[in-house]
Structures are given as structure tokens and as C-alpha cells.
């Protein structure tokens, strides 16, 4: 077969639905990609002009250009728009359309999970977007403390909008983490060992698992706050047991990480491209490995800097000082490990190095005026004043808008295949990078004289007036400079001619397909042995398309790639891919059902939709079973694989482990908030204990645990040939027994509505019912596919997963039982 | 995983020990352990010295260990992984809970 043949039979296997509707029903990831680069470049686009507006407010004392409600709604939406709608998608956007490539394999672990998360996220950011033109949009600012995002001051449905839009939208978030995780781990070339990773998906893998263990708690504050505002369950009203004080702890454990999560990612455009304009390989490889691991860990240490003025004991408090000053030396070390790649290779000035100069300068200013915050007097001293907006603003903007635009020149001619024409961007980055300096440096100084952040005006006789009308100017020109960024590359994708392939010169293999990439990527998957595997083998590309690698014989209507082991890189097995379907799109718009029925207090939806959900789920699920064994396939290059669905560690297996890993950190945040109401909160003891009963403890604790031991005797039975339905059965039974368990204790607890106690028993209650009922789901979808042929001794993947879920189910159930009656059985 | 598992432990280690401390430090001040005099200082003072030596006793555990044959890998840049983390994990436990030598308590 020649190289035309194979890409045409290929692309035929690959390519999504033709015109517009096939975006609805794509699953590939480079479409998936460019489609959440682009919704992400759109609400840049709105929270720019929202910044407008501020600025344009704040120019002049005493203005009157919009009222204080309005401004608290732009404010509000404005860092709502950049955190939760552009940072994050963006970085997930360039992920899902750059890790493939990079690591040499044809698509993303979970491609209808791509195409799930990116509705989500679409309808979700919609939903705020049409609040917002409706002028009922979040006006708390953008971390929403309570008691001021409370059900008593903030009664409309704005509040409501932020808790329940950024829900729907962090689903998207937690799919892609997973997504990352699994691909970056399974789904590599043949050959690529952890040491031989392209330094980006380093830094992707360290995000994703940073967002499965940051994202959770939030979603846990936002549940509770909007479960306070529709229900009156009282988590953060002190005079019923509750602390506002929780919130800040579930947002900031959030918060905190947030800040790495999307510099990482910027950092790994950073570490990829700087090598490349510098002409050489990155220095410190494994130093700046190890520094992201520690940045990672580090920062999950230092949410209570937020806090600093909450009144925290001052040993608390130097915990997370210490802490601070810290988490400097591992960024230091990336720091000089890039000045170092500059210093031993030939810097080219080309566009992407301008914005890599930008994010130098922009970031160390950041980062040194983050260790004066970190120290506690200071930041007593500075706390809520414009200093610490332009802070945040030269971290996010220095440490996350410069090396995007940076990674934006520099993998346009891929996306594209053109190459430059006009030398716009250059006066596009002087505008960006004067106007965003005069911005913000004028606001550290007015800061400093004390004027507060989020004021929508202030007196004349203050003084801050020309220094706010300088930082107004500024930013207008910083806007103008972004605008021209806009034009640049819209001239750049119709008008500019075509470039030649991998015109940078890169190592790295996501230059080694066409560009614009095809929509399998690499007509055959190489092998790889060196971290630059195009400097290793220069004629890679050409031989990779003549079916010199892995899979290079297409085979009918299969989307094929391969999953390796994760240390050695070694093949491990064969995976197939589902098609094209409207599947997510559907499931998407299910989901938001449920959020909407929740927005509306349409509760009467609320059932109808999470049914919907989990119709279509097990649709999704059904859809991958077959009914015949088929045993090792041919992968080429004489390697016989088994298929990934016939084995006990399948991508389903994979997925399922990253998923329990954020739900884990969610339950744990929710064990947290228990123990911090207790010991912290005012208005403890309740007046009134759960009852407890050792009957309920005996039998949900022996229930729980038997489900997990019959459903891990199900899969040995299955593996030896044996009959299933004497272990499946009581499995099934043990998990119902399960279910009657949280709903007694559910219905025997004290008014929920009259004291946080009883308010945060029926969340762990509620949560423990709900993963009873889905493993009660999944274990009655494991009988039918049973009984239904749809296992057997080798195809068995389904056996493992489920068996994973039974045993979180034993181990939530038997500490949500100890935490709800041991206390009424001490006290 | 193992592998993975490997090169995250000293540092989750580090992690679950600061959360701890944390809380325990929270426990102390509502529990009033700052009221209750011991030889040399105070109950309060005395459970945070001794969680926090028994945390970096653990942290040098870790290291030894990382560093022995019985628990060698294959690949030498996890090895290598593994044991920067390690020391990381280790500095990181003496500086984040230093305070608890230095800084006044429940104030």
C-alpha cells in the first residue's frame, strides 16, 4: 500500500461527519481541540470587553458611566469569564489537540468524554453568558464569599447562576483531567518511557491530576451553598451551627492550586518552545520534572494565604507563610533552567520568543510581589486593595496569557500549514506588552495609597485619580494590542501562503504528521527511543507515512491506536475506538437539564433528567461490548496484541481510578468541612444527635463489605469459566441492603434545616445512597450483559471496573456509618 | 502505577503530615491544650513537636528507603525522580512546620 492509498483509507476511518453538523457528532480530537481553543478565545473575548468597562468606570472619580449593581455583575463576570471559561478551556483546548500528536498516538483515551466535556463546558459558559444579557448575572465577585452570596443577602437568582453555571462547567474540566491522565500514562508510541515524554505532557500530566484533586472541593462549597439557598441547609450560618469561614477554606483549597493549574500548562509551552528558539535541548530535563511535582504539591499548602486577615491562629497562619515562601524555589528552578536553555543554545528572536521575553519580565514581577503577600504583615496591609488585583493580574496575564500567545506563533503553522505574512504581531505584542505593564503598575501604586479593589467609584479628593485614568489608557491599549492579535492570525489562517512542514525546526512529534495535521495523525505510529525523536530521525515523517511503524496496515471502518505500559512505553495492547456520534451532545444536554431543573427550582425535572443521564450512560457503555472473542491481532512490526477490552486493566479500568481519585478528594472535603464545623464553628454541640442504632452500623457496614467481596468473587468465577450468577446475585442483593441502610438513616435524621449537624449528615447520607444506587446500576448492567453474552473469560474488563466502584462503595459506606452514629453513641 | 506511586509518595507523605498538623493545631486551640502546663512547655506545644519530629523521623525513613536495592527500579531517572522528591518532601517538612518551634500558638 503507498503512503496516498493509506492516508485516503485512513482518512475515510477517521474523518468526522462532513459540514457543520459533523461538529455535533465529532469525537476527534484536533476538531475537539480547535473547537474548545476557539469558545475559550471567544470568552477572552467577553471578559476583555467586560474589563473595558471596568476601566473605563474606574478612569475618573465620581463617574457615573454605570451604577454599582452593574459593576458588580462586570467584576464578577469578568474574573468569573477568565478563571473558569478561558484559563482552564484553553489549556484543555490545546491539550486535547496537542498531547496526541506529541506522544505519537492517534486520538485521546476517551474520545466521546472529549466531545462530552467540551458541551458542557459550551452549555455551561452559555448559561452565564445568557444570564449576564439578561442582567441577572453572579454579582458576588468571583469567589462568592457567603454570608453576602447567602440566601438573606443575595436573594435573586444571580448567586444561584455562578454555583450552578461553574458546576456544569467543571465537569468539563474533571473529563479532560481524566482524559490527560489516562492518555498521557497509556496511550504513547511504542518506546516512549516516562524519561522520554515530551516536557509538555509533563507538565499536562501534573495539571490533570492537580484539577482532580483541586476541582473537588469547590464543587463540594458550591453544592453546599446552593443546597443553602434553595433548602436552608445551614453550612455557612453561624447561628445555626455553620461557618461562613468553611467556604473560604473549600474555595481557597480550590483557589490556591488554580494559580498552578494554569500556569503549569503555560510553563509547558514555555519549556517546549524556548529549546527550539534557542537551538538546543532542554536544560534539566529531570530537575524541572521534579520542581513541577514539588510546585504541584506545594501549592495545595498554601490555600490559607488567602485568609490571612480571617483572624486564623498566628501558628496557622506561619504554617502557610512558610509554605509560600517555598513554593519560589521550585519556580526559581524552572525559572534558571530556561534562562540556562537560552544560555548554552542560539536564541532566535522570532515571534513566540517576544511573548517568552514578555512572560519573564511580567512573571518575576508577579512572583516577587507573591512573596511580599505571602509574608503576614504585609498582606494585613495590603488585603483587598488594587495591589493585590494587579498581583493576580501579573501572575495570571505574565504567567498564562504570554506564553499562550507564545505557543499560538509557535504552533500555527501546524494547525495552519502557512506560514506568517505580515509582521503585525510584532507591534501587536509593544502594544500588549506596554499597555499591560502602564495597567497594572499604576495599580500596585494606587493600591498602595489604599484604594480598595472592587469599589465602582471613588472621591476626587482621594488622589488616585490620574494614576486610575493612566491604568484606563493603558488597558485600552493593551486591548487594541490583543485586537491586532485577532487580525494577525485571521490574516494569517485565509491569506498567508503555505509553509513548509515543521518549519521551527522542533524535535518533538507533533511536527512529524501533515500540517494541518490528517485526522488519524500518523498513518503508522512510531517507535521511539529519544526525547526529540525527529533530531534522532530526521526522515521520520515520510517513513511514518509509508507505513513504517505501528498499524500501518488500515483495517475496515476500526479506529485503531495502541496502549503501552506506562513506565517502559513497551506495547501493551490493542485499542479500538467508537465513531462518530451525537452520543455526548445528547448526554451534555441531559446534564444541563439537571442543572437547569435545579436553576428554575423545576425539581419536578430533576429525576427525569438524571434518568436521561444515566439512560444515555448506559447506551455509551452498551455500545462498547461485543459478543465474540478476538483474541491477539496483528499491530505490525511483528507484535501480536491482545485488545485493551479483553483484559482486566482496560481504559475503562484506567478512567475509573482518575475518576475515584477526584470523587475520593471530594468525599474527603466533605469530611473535612464535618470536622472544621465541629471544632471551629460557634453553635456546637447540636442540640440534637443522630440516634444511633449498632443494628444499622452491623448491617450497612457487613452489607457493604460482602457486595465487595461477591463482586471480586465474580470476576475470578468469570476468569475460571464458572457459573457467575451465585456470586453476581448476592453482590447485587448486598448493595441493595446497602441502599436501605442510607435511606433509614436518611429518614431517621434530625431536622437537616435546624442545625449544620444534622445538615451535613444528610449530605454524606445522600452521598453514600447515591453510590449505592449507581453501583446497584452497574451491577444490574453487569447481569445483563452477562446474560446477553457479552463477557466471557477473556472479555472481562467490565468484571474489574465495576469491582472498583464496589469497593469504593464499602469503604464510603463503612466511614459515612462510623461518622454518622459514633458520635450520638459517644456523646 | 507502582512507578508513579514511587516518585508521588515522599511528597503525599508531606502533604497528609501538614494537613494533620494542621488540624491537629486546630483541635489543640479549641480543645484549650495551650492551658495545660508540661515540663518544658505546654501539652499543646509538646503533641505538634511530636508529630512533626515523628513526620521528618518518617520523611528520612522514606529516603533510606528510596535509596536501598529492596526497593530499586528499573528505570534510573525514576530512581532519580524519586529521591529528589524525597529530599524535596524532607525540606519541605522542616520549613512549612518549622513554626511549630518558633511561633506563638493559638493567638
Known amino acids: 500500500m503507498n503512503a496516498l492509498r493509506r492516508h485516503r483509507k485512513l482518512q475515510a476511518i477517521w474523518a468526522s461527519d462532513p459540514g457543520w453538523k459533523g461538529w455535533t457528532s465529532s469525537v476527534n480530537h484536533s476538531d475537539l481541540g480547535r473547537m474548545f481553543l476557539f469558545t475559550a478565545f471567544f470568552f477572552f473575548l467577553v471578559g476583555g470587553v467586560l474589563a473595558m468597562l471596568i476601566r473605563a468606570q474606574l478612569a475618573t472619580p465620581d463617574s457615573a458611566f454605570v451604577d454599582a449593581g452593574a459593576f458588580a455583575q462586570f467584576f464578577t463576570m469578568h474574573g468569573t469569564i477568565m478563571m473558569f471559561l478561558f484559563a482552564i478551556p484553553a489549556f484543555e483546548g490545546l491539550a486535547i489537540y496537542l498531547l496526541p500528536k506529541m506522544l505519537g498516538t492517534r486520538d485521546l483515551a476517551f474520545p466521546r468524554l472529549t466531545a462530552y466535556g467540551y458541551w458542557c463546558y459550551a452549555f455551561g459558559g452559555a448559561l452565564l453568558l445568557v444570564a449576564m444579557l439578561f442582567g441577572i448575572a453572579p454579582n458576588g465577585g468571583w469567589f462568592m464569599y457567603p454570608p453576602l452570596t447567602g440566601p438573606l443577602y443575595s436573594p435573586g437568582i444571580n448567586t444561584d447562576v455562578w454555583l450552578i453555571g461553574i458546576t456544569f462547567v467543571e465537569i468539563s474540566a474533571i473529563c479532560a483531567a481524566v482524559e490527560f491522565t489516562v492518555s498521557i500514562l497509556k496511550y504513547r508510541a511504542p518506546g516512549m518511557s516516562l524519561d522520554k515524554m515530551p516536557i509538555f505532557a509533563w507538565y499536562a500530566l501534573v495539571t490533570s491530576l492537580m484539577i482532580l484533586t483541586g476541582f473537588p472541593p469547590l464543587i463540594l462549597g458550591s453544592v453546599l451553598l446552593e443546597v443553602e439557598r434553595a433548602f436552608g441547609l445551614p453550612f455557612f450560618q453561624a447561628d445555626l451551627g455553620g461557618d461562613s469561614l468553611l467556604w473560604q477554606h473549600l474555595f481557597w483549597l480550590f483557589g490556591h492550586p488554580e494559580v498552578y493549574i494554569i500556569f503549569l500548562p503555560a510553563a509547558g509551552v514555555i519549556s517546549t518552545v524556548i529549546p527550539v528558539m534557542a537551538r538546543t535541548t532542554l536544560l534539566g530535563y529531570g530537575w524541572i520534572v521534579a520542581s513541577i511535582m514539588a510546585l504541584a504539591f506545594l501549592s495545595f499548602g498554601l490555600w490559607v494565604h488567602h485568609m490571612f486577615t480571617t483572624g486564623i491562629p498566628l501558628m496557622g497562619l506561619a ?10 524555589v ?4 524552572q525559572i534558571f533552567a530556561w534562562i540556562g536553555t537560552m544560555w548554552k543554545g542560539r536564541p532566535e528572536l522570532h515571534m513566540p520568543m517576544l511573548h517568552i521575553l514578555g512572560f519573564f519580565v511580567t512573571f518575576v514581577i508577579g512572583g516577587l510581589t507573591g512573596v511580599m503577600v505571602a ?20 501572575v495570571l496575564f505574565g504567567g498564562f496569557v504570554f506564553p499562550m500567545l507564545a505557543g499560538i506563533y509557535y ?20 502594544l500588549i506588552f506596554l499597555g499591560f505593564h502602564s495597567t497594572f503598575l499604576a495599580m500596585h501604586w494606587v493600591g498602595l495609597l489604599g484604594q480598595r479593589r472592587r469599589i465602582e467609584t471613588y472621591d476626587a479628593e482621594s488622589g488616585w485619580g490620574t494614576i486610575n485614568f493612566i491604568s484606563s489608557v493603558s488597558s485600552f491599549v493593551m486591548a487594541i494590542g490583543l485586537a ?12 498567508a501562503e503555505r509553509s513548509r512542514r515543521n518549519p521551527w525546526q522542533a524535535g518533538t512529534l507533533e511536527w512529524a504528521g501533515m500540517s494541518p495535521p490528517a485526522s488519524y495523525n500518523f498513518a503508522s505510529l512510531p517507535e521511539v527511543s529519544d526525547r526529540t525523536p525527529l533530531y534522532e530521525t530526521p526522515d521520520l515523517a515520510n517513513r511514518l507515512a509509508m507505513g513504517d511503524g505501528y498499524l500501518g496496515a488500515p483495517k475496515a471502518a476500526r479506529r485503531e491506536t495502541l496502549m503501552v505500559d506506562a513506565a517502559s512505553g513497551r506495547p501493551e495492547a490493542l485499542v479500538i475506538y467508537p465513531g462518530n456520534t451525537r452520543l455526548p451532545i445528547l448526554m451534555a444536554a441531559m446534564t444541563g ?4 431543573s435545579i436553576l428554575l427550582k423545576l425539581f419536578w425535572l430533576t429525576p427525569l433528567a438524571l434518568a436521561g443521564v444515566a439512560a444515555l450512560a448506559l447506551v455509551w457503555v452498551w455500545q462498547l461490548g461485543a459478543r465474540a472473542d478476538q483474541g491477539l491481532q496483528e499491530a505490525g512490526r511483528g507484535a501480536p496484541l491482545p485488545l485493551a477490552s479483553e483484559g482486566d486493566r482496560s481504559p475503562g479500568w484506567w478512567g475509573s ?19 472544621f464545623l465541629w471544632t471551629v464553628a460557634p453553635g456546637w454541640p447540636p442540640a440534637q444527635w443522630f440516634v444511633p442504632s449498632w443494628a444499622e452500623l452491623g448491617l450497612g457496614t457487613g452489607a457493604a463489605l460482602t457486595g465487595a467481596i461477591a463482586q471480586h468473587l465474580s470476576a475470578r468465577r468469570n476468569r475460571a469459566g464458572a457459573a457467575l450468577m451465585t456470586a453476581l446475585v448476592p453482590a447485587l442483593l448486598a448493595t441493595a441492603a446497602t441502599v436501605v441502610v442510607f435511606g433509614l438513616m436518611l429518614f431517621r435524621l434530625p431536622p437537616p434545616d435546624g442545625h449544620a449537624y444534622a445538615a451535613t449528615l444528610l449530605i454524606l447520607g445522600a452521598y453514600g445512597l447515591a453510590h449505592a444506587l449507581l453501583v446497584m446500576l452497574m451491577q444490574g448492567f453487569l447481569i445483563l450483559q452477562v446474560r446477553r453474552g457479552y463477557t466471557s473469560p477473556r472479555r472481562r474488563a467490565a468484571f474489574a471496573v465495576v469491582a472498583l466502584w464496589t469497593d469504593y462503595l464499602a469503604a464510603i459506606t463503612v466511614l459515612i456509618l462510623l461518622a454518622v452514629h459514633l458520635p450520638g453513641m459517644i456523646m | 502505577m507502582k512507578e508513579l506511586l514511587r516518585v508521588l509518595l515522599p511528597l503525599l507523605v508531606w502533604l497528609a503530615s501538614f494537613s494533620a498538623i494542621y488540624g491537629l493545631h486546630g483541635l489543640g486551640c479549641a480543645s484549650g491544650w495551650t492551658e495545660v502546663a508540661l515540663p518544658v512547655m505546654s501539652l499543646f506545644r509538646w503533641v505538634l513537636f511530636l508529630a512533626w519530629s515523628a513526620t521528618i523521623f518518617f520523611q528520612l525513613l522514606l529516603l533510606l528507603a528510596l535509596r536501598t536495592q529492596r526497593f530499586d527500579t528499573t528505570s534510573s531517572f525514576i530512581r532519580r525522580l524519586s529521591i529528589t522528591n524525597s529530599w524535596t518532601a524532607l525540606i519541605a517538612t522542616f520549613w512549612t512546620l518549622y513554626p511549630i518551634a518558633v511561633s506563638s500558638t493559638c493567638g
Open chain 1, 319 to 328: 504554617f502557610f507563610s512558610a509554605a509560600s515562601t517555598l513554593v519560589a
Open chain 1, 375 to 394: 509574608v503576614v504583615p504585609f498582606d494585613w496591609q495590603a488585603h483587598d486593595t488594587a495591589f493585590i488585583t494587579a498581583h493576580l493580574h501579573y
Open chain 1, 657 to 675: 481510578i482518575f475518576l475515584l481519585v477526584a470523587n475520593a478528594t471530594f468525599f474527603g472535603s466533605l469530611l473535612f468541612g464535618y470536622a
Open chain 1, 484 to 495: 491586532l492579535v485577532l487580525v494577525d492570525i485571521i490574516i494569517h489562517a485565509f491569506v
Open chain 1, 593 to 596: 437539564g439537571f442543572f437547569l
Open chain 1, 330 to 333: 521550585p519556580t526559581g528552578v
Open chain 1, 411 to 430: 504552533w500555527l503553522p501546524l494547525v495552519s500549514g502557512r506560514k506568517r505574512l505580515f509582521r503585525l504581531g510584532e507591534l501587536a505584542f509593544a
